[in-house]
């Protein structure tokens, strides 16, 4: 059982209508009356497997295997930075990103709601999971994009995913207020991260990642922001396992973000209210936002934590992106990287002090911007169609 609380005000409403935030403005949360148990716990690893804290009578009603994705023990990585360094592969879920994380709940609690169409605003790897799940639920999405921003691969997604697509003159935060307000008038169901169902399922990667380090909890947790959501999904997840008694400790939450893009850094450093940027740029596209909708919860995540929030460099995460591709075989896109790029400043400013056990998650897939990825390297090489010449230019 599970009611909508406002993270502001207190008030709740009940799980069977369509509600995103609180009638005083406040974001809501998901809540449970019972507690989890690890028993309760059942199935391979992913988002279903914990269905005992989701919000959805029919687990796994709309489902394509996501979540279960890879931690690797980034050494060569962890030795050059000097910090214990793990990525959670998030690339790895079925259309590329941490979104289906979100998607298959979020999607599912519509399809409960009796809802008829979802909609969202995106950077692109939202709109290529909710056209996936939308096609799963054979329910019909539509998803609007700042027009020249959005790398390649997500837009054929949700092209090929049979998603209506309207991209806009105007950036992300435009397209998701417009979203919003449509949504207000129920032209649609929203699945941006201000849907309380789709951080649910998010919270997921807190869980995944502790059973894959046999429950021992790590230090600090790194991720890129760009509405701020999954930094609040993850704290959320750790949150509900020390209520549960199941972990006594939460890591500390660190969120990065790109330097044309941080509003939610500058915040946290001035400790002042947030201020939005209104020309954010950034060439990490994906988390190129100027007016987190998420940041009131990222807040609390941040300082409840001892955390922090901090910027990169468009040329640090770029170079980290090449590193991580290059030193550990982990193909991730540009603002995956801001992770790791924030762990790097974190130990050159002393943050960190290199004994800490750190999870970076990386939220999507090398193959989501190839141009990002051309751009960063050098052309092939070229020879005519002779054993010799080929001997020539490799030599
Ligand atoms: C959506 C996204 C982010 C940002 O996540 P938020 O929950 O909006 O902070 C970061 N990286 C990638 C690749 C994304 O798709
Ligand atoms: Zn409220």
Same mark, same amino acid.
């Given at each position: ?13 009940? *799980? ?25 716990? /059942? ?6 497997? =914990? ?5 959805? +009578? ?13 931690? =690797? ?34 999607? /599912? ?38 027009? +020249?921003? $959005? ?14 697509? $309207? ?5 992300? +935060?435009?397209?998701? /207020? ?14 941006? *991260? ?14 995944? $990642? ?14 890129? %922001? ?29 969120? &990065? ?8 850094? /500058? ?25 987190? %909708? ?17 910027? %990169? ?18 193909? $991730? ?6 992770? &790791? ?19 970076? &998650? ?27 010449? %080929? ?5």
């Amino acid at each position: 059982m599970s009611r909508l609380e406002c993270i502001e005000c207190g008030d709740s409403y009940p *799980s069977d209508e369509a509600r995103y935030t609180c009638s005083c403005g406040g974001l809501l949360e998901v809540i449970y009356e019972s507690i989890p148990s690890r028993s309760d716990f /059942s199935g391979p690893l992913g988002v279903w497997r =914990y269905s005992s804290v989701l919000p959805i +009578d029919t687990a796994g009603s709309v489902t394509l295997d996501e979540g279960g994705t890879p931690l =690797y023990d980034a050494d060569k990585l962890s030795r050059e930075i000097g910090v214990d360094v793990h990525v959670k592969h998030e690339g790895m879920n079925p259309t590329g990103s941490f979104k289906d994380r979100g998607m298959t709940v979020g999607v /599912s609690k519509a399809i409960e709601l009796g809802i008829d169409r979802v909609a969202c605003a995106s950077t692109g790897n939202t709109s290529a999971a909710l056209a996936a799940y939308g096609a799963a639920a054979d329910i019909p999405a539509v998803v609007l994009l700042p027009q +020249d921003k $959005v790398a390649l691969g997500k837009v054929a997604q949700a092209l090929m995913h049979g998603a209506t697509l $309207v991209e806009l003159d105007g950036n992300f +935060d435009e397209c998701l /207020s417009i979203v919003r307000e449509l949504a207000e008038d129920g032209f649609f169901y929203v699945l941006n *991260s201000v849907n309380p169902y789709r951080l649910e399922g998010q919270k997921t990667i807190a869980f995944e $990642v502790l059973e894959q380090l046999n429950w021992e909890v790590p230090d600090v947790t790194v991720l890129p %922001v760009g509405n701020a959501g999954n930094i609040s999904a993850i704290y959320k997840g750790y949150r509900e396992l020390r209520r549960a008694g199941i972990i006594d400790e939460i890591p500390r939450m660190v969120g &990065v973000q790109a330097e044309g893009a941080s509003p939610l850094a /500058s915040a946290v450093k001035k400790g002042g209210p947030l201020e939005p940027f209104d020309d954010p740029e950034t060439k990490a596209t994906a988390i190129r936002i100027g007016d987190p %909708v998420n940041a009131p919860k990222a807040r609390i995540a941040i300082e409840e934590t001892d955390g922090e929030a901090l910027y %990169v460099s468009d040329d640090d995460l770029l170079e980290t992106q090449l590193q991580l591709a290059r030193l550990e075989g982990i193909g $991730v896109e540009p603002a995956s990287a801001t992770s &790791v790029a924030g762990v790097k400043r974190l130990k050159e400013e002393g943050w960190l002090d290199g004994d800490e056990k750190v999870v970076c &998650v990386a939220t999507g897939h090398l193959l989501k911007d190839p141009d990002a990825a051309l751009a960063a390297t050098d052309d092939p090489l070229q020879a005519d169609a002779s054993t010799e010449a %080929v001997r020539e230019v490799l030599k």
